[in-house]
């Protein structure tokens, strides 16, 4: 049996009133398990950071509720919300964060002072961490001297050290080469399964969908379900490049329809003239059409 | 949270230094000029405390030296030698007025001594006659380098011209000198006869000054005894009286400077740090957590300020005995306590300036690149 780590039902996030109301959430449900890891992906501006923040108990839904590990975070004040995400929830975040005035060590054990037993009980497993996530050797070392790949290995250690059953992780990819975002995801991976935490993944890389659970699609606001194996094939109408609409994250909206764009370049050339576009994608059309 | 209190104050020792040196700044302002003012009062009862009588004796009513004017009869002097403890009486005539010495006017307590008399006479020589004969007068010698005045040159004292016959050393202050003439001259200017001002009173060994002070004004009518401390201590809350006030405006200005700087320093620092912040917040960190920081930070600023600005008013005072004798520079332990005890109100203070930047850090802003 499954234990839900996080739940949210039919949550709503509105910024603003009257006229310059926005819904930056709306009408979210989902939850995430013990040893789950799920993806939250979608275009920029859809509501990702409002979602995961709400379910990292760091904003309050407008409607709706969030329970984390048993507790609806609406009864909370701001001191029960603190404490709870001190004690349930570690994060990761893009800009890995780190506190530039302390080493890696004491990085990591940042967080224990405000778990039971404080440093001095904390103080092993940091050690533990430091070992298993190969900064041994760099445990006195301050983060500015630190790789990419190393600051977010610290970071999640960070994010590990007081054993929270829910690890929210936010483009924790973002900013590393290829190799160490590999390393990054696969750490992550195997912190949901051999730990049995939750892990709440936003990202936009691609290669998280061969360690992922679920992946789930936000746009404007709303959260669909996305299966790894669908796709929704479409063409770049600028260099007919076969572009998987689900994934897309370049478009242009015209005249009611969603174009997608195999790059940036591409979208320009169209919003620069789509007519022209079009019209070559209509006689492209009409050419197949013709032939026998 | 300690350990990254201070991790992050120590993290740019540079601009630490720089934050430190500016509070530092309005800090030792305060106490120069509390040193100066300390130092001008202390100069203010040399003669009481140099001179090291053990009880001072004056006309009945009068119970200080610095503005005022006593006259005690000669033959109470002889009255006084018969008192049970006294070992040797020393009498003086004073004058709270102005000399001319080269090409200025200078507040000066005129002194004036027995023939041959070195009890009362000045405590350190820097050159000439340590006595003053008839018609010369020993004077400071900050007032020789001043003004560039000799051995020999002319003075007028008390509309009367007297040669200089030697120069004193630490005789002089801003607000007041003290000059040394023959008694019969100087009783001759105020047409003193048959009286003096004070009488210096050296008691036996093992005689308490204080029993001793008792027992003149006993068996001597209409005279006043003091020991020294009581009679130097009285001096001393005069002069600090006259000056209490713009003391307390300089301290005041001093403290308004101090708080804004180191307010300003705590700002600076908390925005500069508002990432970290929204981190830690992030993370579980508390806002109190993160103030009582910021108020440590600003309280180390603060007492670090008050440590350097004691260094430098310690390293001033040799400098300006050197350099401007004419400042007498003290440092008393009321003064530090005051200002140590400022530093930590400064600091509190200051600590509340960024309390609202602190709490309008958003967590969530921990998420953006």
Request: proline share 4%.
């Amino acid at each position: 049996m499954t234990t839900p780590i996080v739940q949210a039902s039919k949550v709503v996030k509105t910024f603003g009133a009257g006229r310059t109301l926005v819904r930056a959430v709306d009408g979210v449900s989902l939850e995430v398990n013990a040893g789950e890891m799920v993806t939250i992906t979608g275009p920029s501006g859809s509501g990702k950071t409002t979602l995961v923040s709400m379910l990292g108990a760091l904003l309050r839904p407008t409607q709706g509720a969030i329970v984390i590990d048993g507790i609806d975070i609406a009864s909370l004040s701001e001191a029960g919300l603190s404490a709870l995400r001190a004690r349930t929830v570690g994060f990761v975040f893009q800009s890995f964060n780190l506190l530039e005035s302390l080493t890696v060590r004491e990085n990591i054990l940042f967080p224990a002072h405000l778990a039971p037993g404080g440093m001095p009980a904390a103080a092993p497993h940091a050690d533990d961490l430091l070992e298993r996530l190969g900064l041994g050797k760099r445990s006195k070392a301050l983060p500015r001297t630190l790789s990419g790949g190393e600051k977010q290995r610290v970071a999640i250690a960070r994010a590990l050290i007081n054993k929270p059953k829910l690890i929210i992780a936010d483009e924790p990819t973002g900013n590393l080469d290829s190799k160490s975002g590999q390393e990054v995801l696969m750490i992550l991976h195997d912190i949901a399964r051999d730990q049995g935490r939750a892990i709440l993944l936003v990202t936009h890389d691609r290669r998280v969908e061969e360690v992922a659970d679920r992946i789930l699609w936000l746009e404007d606001g709303t959260l669909r379900d996305r299966k790894q194996e669908s796709h929704d094939w479409t063409n770049d109408p600028v260099c007919n490049m076969r572009i998987d609409s689900w994934a897309s994250l370049i478009f242009s909206d015209h005249e009611g329809v969603r174009y997608n764009f195999c790059s940036d370049k591409c979208r320009d050339r169209f919003t620069a003239d789509p007519s022209k576009y079009l019209r070559e994608t209509q006689l492209a059309e009409q050419s197949e059409e013709r032939k026998p | 949270m300690f350990r990254w209190t201070f991790s992050e104050l120590f993290a740019a020792p540079q601009q630490l230094l720089a934050s430190v040196a500016a509070v530092a700044g309005a800090f030792a302002l305060v106490l120069f000029f509390e040193g100066v003012f300390a130092g001008e009062s202390g100069q203010i009862v040399a003669l009481i405390d140099k001179t090291e009588a053990d009880v001072w004796v004056m006309q009945k009513g009068v119970g200080n030296m610095h503005m005022t004017t006593s006259f005690v009869a000669d033959w109470k002097i002889d009255a006084i030698k018969d008192v049970e403890g006294v070992k040797k009486v020393t009498p003086i005539l004073y004058l709270n007025s102005v000399i001319e010495a080269g090409g200025r006017n200078w507040l000066s307590f005129i002194v004036g001594l027995e023939a041959g008399d070195t009890r009362a006479g000045p405590w350190e020589l820097a050159s000439g006659a340590a006595i003053p004969g008839p018609g010369e007068a020993i004077l400071p010698d900050v007032i020789a380098a001043d003004t560039g005045l000799a051995i020999g040159d002319t003075v007028r004292i008390a509309g009367r011209e007297f040669t200089v016959a030697g120069f004193s050393s630490d005789t002089f202050s801003m607000a007041n000198s003290i000059t040394f003439v023959t008694m019969e001259d100087l009783g001759d200017t105020m047409s003193s006869i048959g009286s003096v001002s004070y009488l210096l009173v050296d008691a036996k060994p093992g005689v308490d000054a204080h029993a001793l002070a008792g027992r003149i004004m006993d068996q001597v009518e209409k005279v006043n005894a003091l020991t020294r401390q009581e009679f130097s201590d009285r001096d001393f809350s005069i002069a600090v009286q006259m000056g209490l006030e713009i003391v307390w405006m300089m301290t005041l200005i001093g403290s308004a400077l101090a708080v804004l700087l180191t307010g300003f320093i705590v700002y600076s620092h908390v925005s500069d740090r508002e990432r970290e912040l929204a981190v830690m917040k992030a993370l579980g960190v508390r806002d109190w957590a993160i103030y009582l920081s910021i108020m440590t930070q600003a309280l180390v600023i603060g007492l670090l300020a008050f440590g350097l600005a004691v260094a430098v008013v310690l390293l001033a005072i040799p400098l300006t005995d050197a350099f401007a004798p004419k400042i007498s520079l003290g440092l008393t332990v009321d003064a530090l306590i005051r200002t140590g005890a400022m530093a930590v109100i400064v600091s509190l203070l200051a600590s509340i300036i960024p309390v609202r930047r602190v709490l309008s850090v958003d967590p969530v802003t921990a998420f953006q690149q």
